[in-house]
């Protein structure tokens, strides 16, 4: 399915109506794209991005994220995530939008209240933006990581169940060091015992 005829044509030239001169104060300049659904600025070490998610039509709400120049989407993450925004009249997000006018009201808010608290501080102490998002990307990683096991362990599980016990091993093996749980030692005991190894 071509997303492109969902994309709202209003987004880009109203995101660059309200925010270019915003962004321009601080150095930033727009950077050209022919994403429909994507707005970015940068000041040469950092960029700002503007998005929404189309599938959520007809109720979008704006995403901003900001990150390192030069790292991809690898060095761009969500304001939100690297400050916790506890005061719910700044949490952008819930901003739904349907057309320009609701765009527009949205994008004035998160210029005048969101980006000088959040965004303007971590564009100011890159060092901060750096370690905000090693510390988000480290989080990730763990997660993923985490999930990996469960996944493993399952299918440790079921290999133990069906009696395929080097599997168990095998398994069992890739696991990093200390990860095996008391149930993981007991069942990679008894498929050595049962396996001869």
Not at 31 to 58: C, L, M
Not at 117 to 136: C, F, K, M, N, T
Request: aromatic share 12%; proline share 5%; charged share 30%.
């Amino acid at each position: 399915m071509d997303m492109s005829e969902w994309t709202y044509p209003f987004f880009g030239p109203t995101c660059r109506e309200v925010l270019d001169s915003y962004f321009q104060r601080y150095g930033f300049r727009p950077i050209e794209s022919a994403e429909s659904v994507r707005v970015s600025y940068t000041n040469g070490r950092q960029s700002v991005d503007f998005s929404y998610w189309v599938e959520d039509r007809p109720r979008c709400t704006v995403m901003v994220g900001i990150g390192e120049v030069g790292i991809g989407e690898a060095g761009v993450i969500s304001v939100g995530e690297i400050i916790e925004i506890t005061d719910p009249a700044d949490q952008y997000w819930t901003w739904e939008f349907r057309d320009a006018d609701g765009l527009r009201d949205a994008l004035v808010r998160i210029r005048d209240r969101v980006l000088p608290r959040y965004a303007a501080p971590l564009w100011q102490h890159p060092d901060v933006l750096h370690e905000g998002i090693a510390s988000i990307r480290q989080k990730q990683r763990a997660a993923e990581e985490a999930e990996r096991i469960t996944k493993q362990r399952e299918l440790a599980a079921i290999a133990f169940h069906n009696r395929d016990y080097a599997k168990v091993i095998r398994i069992y093996q890739e696991f990093p060091f200390n990860a095996l749980s008391p149930a993981d030692q007991k069942r990679l005991d008894l498929a050595r015992k049962y396996s001869g190894k």
